[in-house]
């Protein structure tokens, strides 16, 4: 008969609490912080027609807007259409005696579209002519607000930094390369399972699904790498570490629900670099702007798996000096294939969020 359960110390439990608590606070801190308040930032904005009649409207509504956008004068409706195509415009205001058109891309962004929609109206109200709107990169019939490609990021991210906390965890007293191998083969697995529900359950993807399995494997075993190279260094932390870059940070700065000229300059910034916006940036280049080109969008991809590819280096280089430190494994008593307490806590408490 086994003896009373010792109490843990309030200490522990304090520890312990204290985790989430903080990752409740960096969360709200990004999504508030991210979310709360759209505003515009320099929208990139033209009117379009000769420089005589277009340059006094331009002025105006410049000074009307100030810093919220950036507005030029080009030549014609084509010329407009070309850049918005290009992603270096995000709407344009063709004056007409009897009716102002404005075109705008709802592909790239379509919080965006509705702010050029209402940045464009008022100058049509002081013409006094009628303003309609002209989609030239609309979104497709299965993406009717271009925000599938976050939806997928949502969902590979969520499983990718969860496996890779119980990769680490459960994995912990196995050889260091039996973890890389199960980190690669679980982001292949979860990219092809999770694609598969995407394009089979929700008709989702179609005609690019080559593109967008690759893109999933990179992504996810850049995810799953730097989670598996860093858990012996911050163990029980790792929900904490992994939900504030991938979840707090990533989701917030893809582009996925604001492009980052509607977001503070902080996640903006970030929108240049960080690996969810490569994600995004690179699947609705390939989905609505193929013309555009993938260099930027796959260069921050690739510089995260290679950042991943470093975790691991890091990782195992931590687990070499920690075994030199210990002659004796502090896993020698254990049974073959199970985990002590400690590990069994820490995994269930790392997979529950």
Not at 27 to 35: D, I, S, W
Not at 159 to 177: D, L, M, N, Q, V
Not at 200 to 209: E, K, Q, R, V
Request: net charge neutral; proline share 6%.
């Amino acid at each position: 008969m086994s003896g009373p359960q010792q109490v843990a110390p309030m200490k522990t439990v304090l520890s312990h609490v204290l985790v989430p608590i903080v990752m409740g606070l960096v969360m709200a801190a990004a999504y508030l912080g991210g979310f709360h308040k759209p505003a515009p930032h320099n929208i990139p904005l033209a009117v379009v027609g000769t420089t005589q009649q277009a340059q006094p409207i331009a002025d105006a509504l410049q000074r009307a807007v100030g810093d919220a956008a950036t507005v030029r004068v080009l030549p014609n409706a084509a010329e407009a259409t070309r850049e918005i195509r290009q992603l270096d415009l995000s709407g344009a205001y063709v004056p007409g005696a009897h009716q102002a058109v404005v075109l705008t891309g709802a592909a790239a962004s379509d919080s965006t579209k509705t702010v050029v929609t209402q940045v464009f109206s008022p100058v049509a109200i002081k013409q006094g002519v009628p303003m309609s709107v002209k989609d030239v990169a609309p979104v497709s019939s299965d993406d009717p607000i271009g925000q599938n490609g976050f939806f997928f990021l949502v969902a590979l991210t969520v499983g990718a930094y969860a496996t890779s906390i119980a990769i680490g965890a459960a994995a912990a007293t196995r050889r260091f390369r039996d973890r890389v191998g199960l980190a690669a083969g679980a982001a292949v697995v979860l990219s092809t399972a999770e694609l598969a529900v995407a394009h089979f359950g929700y008709d989702m993807f179609g005609g690019h699904l080559p593109a967008v399995w690759g893109l999933s494997i990179l992504y996810t075993a850049a995810v799953m790498f730097i989670g598996v190279g860093l858990h012996p260094l911050v163990g029980r932390f790792s929900t904490l570490l992994y939900s504030a870059v991938f979840v707090a940070l990533n989701f917030t700065t893809s582009g996925g629900v604001f492009a980052p000229v509607l977001q503070p300059a902080f996640f903006g910034w970030l929108h240049h670099f960080w690996i969810g916006a490569g994600f995004v940036e690179a699947l609705r280049r390939i989905f609505y702007f193929p013309a555009v080109g993938l260099g930027g969008p796959m260069a921050i991809l690739v510089g995260w798996f290679v950042l991943g590819i470093a975790c691991l280096s890091l990782g195992h280089t931590v687990e070499r000096r920690r075994a030199r430190r210990t002659p004796v494994s502090a896993y020698a008593d254990r049974p073959a294939g199970r985990l002590d307490a400690a590990t069994e806590e820490e995994l269930e408490e790392d997979v529950a969020v």
